[in-house]
């Protein structure tokens, strides 16, 4: 399990403390995640402990677990998901009825419900087109944002509240005032728990560590803190997330942390990497440690192609890359906004009709792993195969377990039992090629073959309403109404991605790439107008070399930077140059740059 990882990744897979670990780009974060997660459920002496894991996504904690299910390890004792996720699990279900907000029910609202209200919030209080409605709470049940957003952010929750709804915030809220009204549920949690790892910590908010500390410091020191991530990489502060220090860090868990580092770079050139440090807030060392890091690769700035002509540019250098055998799923194109993407794609596809695209993003399905339809979607529309045995089996069990939770059945949940409802689910057969049409039908056989009526478990329906309500509500955004409504296409969203990605700048965080072609890269997109208007300049520097960070860090050899010309603003102005991006002094391959602060 060790053998592979070099002294710096081995020390902190082997270190039995609470540990934070600064892991720059590309220095394997993810293999000592998931390295130090089977370490420790290895040395498991009891079924009654368990692991749990935190990611931002549960695109990532699915991730984790497969690896864990290919090393060969049980994951019956790992609990991954979201900090959401956890908190739904382990503390409000089993809980809420102690909260006068909960005690007579609730579930959790769409994303699309929750926009669906802030439009309506917005049009009801006047507000200016760039105000943000920020519905964060702190610890004190105040919301963090001052301004013009912020009785309608309170407008907001209470309407959820009268429907027995809750956002994410509320829920964050409400788990925290249940940790902090009955201590015996964090010293009941941290009993079971004996590790809790948390992956991108710099994305945490103050109320998910202090959640997690409530855990920690009620454990007595026998469930222990392991986080890691890059502060550099912390692009999710506009929505409270923020890489705390290691002296705040044990102040929340009531004992001291240590800080380890991964330093070591075994993605990119060193060309790429000295190129994307140029927009490091915090400076660190970086060096590339693959075999032919000194290759030059390509790193091309172009500022003079309009948006009107950019995807024959973009079709270009796929092309060229293709022709000089790069894998289509090692290129990636990026932007800040998905209304682009769609756009381009599609013009990128009949210049190029022949390469397939992946856009893993851009999905009709509303992900939620909350939900028990979008769990049992995710079993019918993945293939079965070898690869996916042991994860389709993991899913399988899962879906037992809600069942019996869902509707008061017993069902065994063992190996045998989750092999043979897997038999079942492989054999459901639906003659429609309408997706929607197709997952409610396979849907109503396998509960008429448990003989289970589903009218009968409002909780279900409830989840039924909400799945494919946001499937309709989705397709009815400008981002997917030309998206194929096919069973083919849903299932081709869980399939292992085979063509050239596209992806924002914020989802293709934590992905790699031989060559990484971003474009958008404007003022007022990179960074967002909330991180400019009425902010200090500081704030708008921060958020944007971050976001340049993050997406160099993704190139392994070949990156191209576009800031088109042509894109206007609600004013009519045209968009200027991303300021950090045209102020950089760097030695570019022929690249097509007017004069840009000075350059």
């Not at 309500?469 to 069973?487: A, C, Q």
């Not at 991006?581 to 602060?597: A, P, T």
């Amino acid at each position: 399990m060790l053998s592979k990882l070099n002294p710096q990744q081995k020390e902190a897979v082997k270190f039995q403390e609470n540990a934070l670990v600064i892991a720059c780009p590309g220095s394997g974060k993810t293999r000592v995640l998931t390295s130090k997660i089977a370490y420790e459920l290895e040395k498991m002496s009891t079924k009654k402990k368990m692991v749990v894991a935190l990611t931002y996504t549960n695109r990532a904690a699915e991730e984790i677990s497969k690896r864990i299910d290919e090393m060969g390890i049980s994951t019956e004792q790992l609990w991954a998901g979201t900090i959401h996720s956890f908190c739904f699990q382990w503390i409000l279900s089993p809980y809420s009825s102690n909260l006068s907000e909960l005690k007579y029910g609730f579930s959790i609202a769409d994303e699309f419900m929750v926009d669906e209200l802030k439009e309506q919030i917005f049009e009801e209080y006047n507000l200016p087109g760039f105000t943000e409605i920020n519905t964060r709470i702190n610890r004190q049940g105040s919301y963090d944002f001052i301004g013009a957003g912020n009785n309608p952010a309170e407008e907001l929750h209470k309407r959820l509240l009268n429907n027995r709804m809750i956002d994410f915030d509320l829920l964050l809220y409400f788990s925290y005032q249940l940790l902090m009204k009955y201590p015996k549920i964090s010293l009941h949690l941290g009993r079971i728990f004996t590790y809790i790892l948390i992956d991108e910590f710099q994305d945490t908010q103050d109320l998910q560590y202090a959640i997690v500390g409530q855990i920690i410091k009620a454990s007595q020191k026998k469930c222990k803190l392991f986080l890691v991530g890059d502060p550099n990489q912390a692009i999710y502060s506009s929505l409270g997330g923020m890489a705390k220090e290691v002296s705040e860090i044990a102040e929340e868990i009531g004992c001291e942390i240590k800080k380890l580092e991964l330093s070591g770079n075994y993605r990119s050139i060193q060309r790429i990497i000295d190129y994307y440090t140029l927009y490091q807030w915090h400076v660190t060392n970086v060096e590339s440690m693959i075999d032919d890091g000194r290759d030059k690769g390509i790193v091309k700035f172009n500022n003079t192609t309009h948006k009107d002509k950019l995807y024959q540019e973009l079709a270009t250098i796929i092309r060229d890359h293709l022709n000089k055998g790069t894998n289509p799923k090692e290129i990636c194109v990026i932007a800040p906004r998905w209304d682009h993407l769609t756009t381009i794609s599609r013009r990128l596809k009949s210049l190029l009709p022949d390469v397939p695209f992946d856009a893993p993003g851009l999905t009709p399905l509303p992900r939620s792993l909350d939900n028990f339809w979008y769990k049992l979607a995710r079993l019918l529309l993945t293939k079965p195969s070898s690869k996916m045995y042991m994860t389709r089996m993991r899913w399988s069990k899962q879906i037992l377990e809600e069942i019996n939770i869902f509707t008061n059945t017993n069902y065994e949940t063992n190996s045998k039992q989750s092999r043979k409802f897997l038999r079942l689910i492989n054999g459901i057969k639906i003659d429609e090629s309408n997706g929607i049409l197709y997952l409610k039908q396979a849907f109503t056989l396998l509960f008429s073959l448990l003989n289970i009526d589903l009218e009968d478990h409002k909780v279900l329906y409830e989840h039924w309403e909400s799945f494919f309500n946001g499937i309709e509500r989705r397709y009815s955004k400008p981002d997917f109404v030309t998206l194929p409504k096919d069973i083919s296409y849903f299932r081709s969203m869980f399939q292992i991605a085979k063509g050239v990605v596209v992806n924002t700048c914020h989802g293709v965080k934590g992905e790699e790439f031989d060559t990484v072609i971003a474009f958008g890269l404007l003022r007022g997109y990179v960074p967002h107008w909330n991180s400019i208007i009425n902010q200090h300049y500081m704030v708008e520097e921060e958020h944007s070399k971050k976001l340049l960070y993050v997406i160099g860090s993704r190139a392994k050899r070949h990156l191209y930077m576009f800031a088109e010309k042509g894109r206007l603003t609600q004013s009519g102005n045209e968009y200027e140059v991303n300021r950090q991006l045209g102020r950089v002094n760097f030695e570019y391959n022929d690249s097509e740059v007017s004069l840009v602060y000075g350059i």
